[in-house]
C-alpha cells in the first residue's frame, strides 16, 4: 500500500482559499505578477518558453502547445483564442473546479497567451449545464476590466484584448475543437474535416487556437518558474504537473494534482484512500470513457504520462480515471457506454452514427439476456468498422471502450450471453420501470 | 400564440451585436425564448426569434434540435436531470432514478400531475467525484448541482422545492 503519496499543488496552490476566487483574493497569491512581466516581452519569447516547457494540451489528445500556437500564420490577420471548457469527458470534473475555484487564473493565462500570439479576441467556450463556472468566469471578467487587465491599451502596453464567455446548450461533441467552432458559429456542433487546421481556418474562417482550460491556466505558471522548473516535474516528454479526477468504486473520490508519471496505483490507494471495505479492484480507465479499459494487473504498474499509457494500449486523455471494483459487472459498465457515445454522435458520418447505435444496441440486448455467441464477435467487427474513418476522433472513442473490455473481460460477455444474467450480480439486467416507451 | 415579451426582444438585439457574427447568437437566442416559454421551445417560439433575428426559422430549427439544454416538450417546474452515466453508474444513479420516479410517481420525461417535476436522465454533468447527482433546472432556466445523494436525501431536497 502507499498510503504516503501526495499531492504536488502546483495549479491548485490556493484552491482551498474561497477568496482565490475573487480579484483581491487571487492578487494577494501571486495573481496578475505574471500579465506586467509578460507584456514587456516580445510576444515570440513566450511562444518560445511554452514550447520550451513541454507544455501539452490538458483537454484530451496532448498536442504540444508551443507547437499548436506555431502554426498560426505569421501575419497581422486577426485570430482568435477559444478556451475549451466544454468538459464532458465522462469522468472529469476538473475544469469546473478550475474555473469556480479561479477563474482569474483562467483568464491571466489567456491574456498571456493571446498577447502571445497576437489575438485580440478570446471566448471561454463552457458546457452550459456549468452555471457555476459561468457565474464566476463572468463576475471574474468584469473585475478584470475594471482593474484594466482586459479592454484597450492593457496596463499601458499598447495591447488591446477583449473576452467573453460563449454557453454551450448540451452536446459533448462540441468539446472537440471543430465542433466547438461550429457551435460557436452559431451552428449544429458538427465537426469538420482537418485540414485546414483551426490554426489557419478556424471560427468565422479565422486562424484560431483552441486550447483547454488546464492548459491555458499553465501557462503563467511556466512564465514564472521558466522551462526548465516546470520541466522538473515529470518526464522528458510528458512535462508537468497534471489534474486527475478520480471517481467510481473509491474511498476518496476527487481531482488531485500530481505530477505526471505518478504510478495509478498511488493514486488509487494512496490519494484515492483505496477500495471500499471488502472490495476488489477488476478494472480502470485512466483517462475518460473513451481511454481503453486497463485490467487490475494493468493498473497496479502503470504511470500517468502521455508515453507509459500509450505503451499499455491505452491513453491520458482528460486524466479522468475511473475505477471499477469486482462488484460490478462489466457487461453493464459497456452497455451504459455505449449509451452513451450513441447519444453523443454528432451523425454526419455513417460508421458513427450507425456503429454507435449498432453498439448500443447490442449491448443493450445482451444485457436484456437476448444476447447471442455471435454478437460478441460482432461487437468487435462493428467496433473495429468504426476506428479511423470518420470525421473526427468520437467514433473511435466508441470504438476504443468495446475493444478493450470484450477481450479483457470476455469471460463476463460469454457467461452473460449463455446464461442470460451477470456472472459478477447472478441475475440478469433489470429494465427499469421508470422507463416509458420511447424515453430514449 | 406565442409572442416573446420586448424585454426579451431587447435581449436577443443584444446578444446580436455580442458576437463577431450574427448567427452566433442562435445558441443564446434560443436560451432567452425557451425562458419565456416556461422552459421550453414550440414552433412559434422559433418564428418569433427568426423575426427578430432575421434568420431563417430552418437555421434556428437545426440549432434547436440538435443541443439536449433546449426542451422539446413541456417541462415541470423542476426538471430533474439525473446524471446516469459510469461514475454515476457505479454509484447507484440507476436505483436513484427508479426511486424518485417511483416517489413521484412519473415516468422518465413525463411531467407529474400537479406540474411541478419532470424526471429526466443526463448524460455525464461532470461531476463525477460527488456521485450520485442530479442537477436541477427551473423553467427560468436557473440551476443547481445537488450532489452525493442518497434516496433520502434526494426526496428531501424535492420536498423542499416549489
Known amino acids: 500500500?502507499?498510503?504516503s503519496a501526495s499531492e504536488t499543488k502546483y495549479l491548485s496552490e490556493f484552491?482551498?482559499?474561497?477568496?482565490?476566487?475573487?480579484?483581491?483574493?487571487?492578487?494577494?497569491?501571486?495573481?496578475?505578477?505574471?500579465?506586467?512581466?509578460?507584456?514587456?516581452?516580445?510576444?515570440?519569447?513566450?511562444?518560445?518558453?511554452?514550447?520550451?516547457?513541454?507544455?501539452?494540451?490538458?483537454?484530451?489528445?496532448?498536442?504540444?502547445?508551443?507547437?499548436?500556437w506555431g502554426f498560426l500564420p505569421k501575419n497581422n490577420e486577426p485570430r482568435y483564442l477559444l478556451c475549451n471548457a466544454d468538459e464532458g469527458e465522462p469522468g472529469t470534473f476538473k475544469d469546473r473546479m478550475m474555473m469556480e475555484k479561479a477563474p482569474h487564473q483562467l483568464i491571466e493565462g489567456m491574456i498571456i497567451s493571446s498577447f502571445a500570439i497576437g489575438c485580440k479576441k478570446s471566448y471561454i467556450y463552457v458546457r452550459g449545464e456549468y452555471d457555476d463556472s459561468i457565474d464566476a468566469l463572468e463576475a471574474a471578467i468584469a473585475e478584470a476590466y475594471k482593474a484594466g487587465f482586459l479592454g484597450k491599451n492593457i496596463l499601458g502596453s499598447g495591447f488591446d484584448h477583449d473576452m467573453d464567455v460563449y454557453r454551450g446548450a448540451g452536446a459533448y461533441i462540441c468539446g472537440e475543437e471543430t465542433g466547438m467552432i461550429s457551435s460557436l458559429e452559431g451552428l449544429k456542433g458538427q465537426p469538420k474535416l482537418k485540414p485546414p487546421f483551426p490554426a489557419i481556418q478556424g471560427y468565422l474562417k479565422k486562424p484560431t487556437i483552441v486550447n483547454n482550460v488546464e492548459t491555458l491556466a499553465a501557462v503563467k505558471y511556466i512564465l514564472r518558474d521558466g522551462a526548465a522548473a516546470y520541466r522538473k516535474f515529470g518526464t522528458e516528454k510528458s512535462a508537468g504537473t497534471k489534474l486527475f479526477s478520480l471517481s467510481g468504486n473509491i474511498m476518496k473520490p476527487g481531482n488531485y494534482e500530481v505530477p505526471l508519471a505518478f504510478p495509478l496505483k498511488d493514486m488509487i490507494y494512496g490519494l484515492g484512500g483505496g477500495m471500499k471495505a471488502g472490495r476488489k479492484l477488476k478494472a480502470v480507465i485512466p483517462g475518460g470513457s473513451s481511454a481503453p479499459v486497463l485490467t487490475a494487473e494493468e493498473a497496479e504498474r502503470a504511470l500517468l504520462d502521455y508515453e507509459s499509457l500509450a505503451q499499455m494500449g491505452t491513453m491520458l486523455g482528460s486524466g479522468a480515471i475511473i475505477v471499477i471494483d469486482d462488484s460490478k459487472c462489466m457487461v453493464e459498465c459497456l452497455a451504459n457506454l455505449m449509451h452513451f457515445y450513441h447519444h453523443e454522435s454528432c451523425g454526419q458520418c455513417t460508421p458513427c452514427r450507425e456503429g454507435t447505435g449498432w453498439l448500443d444496441k447490442i449491448t443493450t440486448s445482451i444485457l436484456a439476456g437476448r444476447g447471442r455467441l455471435s454478437d460478441i464477435e460482432l461487437l468487435l467487427k462493428v467496433a473495429d468498422n468504426m476506428k479511423g474513418k470518420t470525421i473526427c476522433a468520437l467514433s473511435d472513442a466508441a470504438a476504443l471502450p468495446v475493444l478493450s473490455f470484450v477481450p479483457k473481460f470476455r469471460d463476463e460477455f460469454e457467461y452473460y450471453v449463455r446464461e442470460?444474467?451477470?456472472?459478477?450480480?447472478?441475475?440478469?439486467?433489470?429494465?427499469?420501470?421508470?422507463?416509458s416507451a420511447g424515453a430514449h | 400564440m406565442f409572442q416573446l415579451s420586448n424585454d426579451a426582444k431587447q435581449k436577443v438585439l443584444t446578444e446580436l451585436k455580442r458576437y463577431e457574427s450574427k448567427q452566433s447568437a442562435v445558441l443564446p437566442a434560443l436560451y432567452i425564448g425557451q425562458k419565456e416559454n416556461k422552459g421550453h421551445i414550440t414552433p412559434d417560439v422559433i418564428r418569433e426569434l427568426s423575426k427578430v433575428m432575421e434568420i431563417p426559422e430552418s437555421q434556428i430549427n437545426e440549432v434547436f434540435t440538435f443541443y439536449t439544454m433546449y426542451n422539446k416538450s413541456e417541462i415541470g417546474k423542476n426538471h430533474i436531470q439525473i446524471c446516469r452515466t459510469l461514475s454515476c453508474m457505479l454509484n447507484g444513479s440507476n436505483e436513484l432514478t427508479e426511486h424518485i420516479c417511483n416517489e413521484?410517481?412519473?415516468?422518465?420525461?413525463?411531467?407529474?400531475?400537479?406540474g411541478n417535476f419532470t424526471v429526466t436522465e443526463a448524460e455525464c454533468l461532470g461531476s463525477c467525484g460527488t456521485a450520485p447527482m442530479m442537477q436541477i433546472s427551473k423553467q427560468d432556466g436557473s440551476s443547481r448541482y445537488y450532489e452525493n445523494l442518497t434516496n433520502e436525501s434526494a426526496m428531501n431536497i424535492l420536498r423542499g422545492l416549489k
Open chain 1, 1 to 3: 500500500m502507499t498510503a
Open chain 1, 15 to 68: 484552491y482551498h482559499l474561497p477568496e482565490f476566487k475573487n480579484l483581491d483574493g487571487y492578487k494577494n497569491n501571486g495573481g496578475y505578477v505574471q500579465l506586467p512581466k509578460a507584456l514587456k516581452m516580445q510576444p515570440q519569447e513566450i511562444i518560445d518558453l511554452v514550447k520550451a516547457s513541454g507544455l501539452r494540451g490538458r483537454g484530451g489528445a496532448g498536442f504540444p502547445t508551443g507547437m499548436k
Open chain 1, 420 to 435: 442470460g444474467k451477470s456472472k459478477v450480480k447472478g441475475t440478469a439486467f433489470k429494465t427499469p420501470s421508470y422507463l
Open chain 2, 104 to 114: 413521484l410517481h412519473v415516468k422518465l420525461g413525463e411531467v407529474s400531475k400537479d
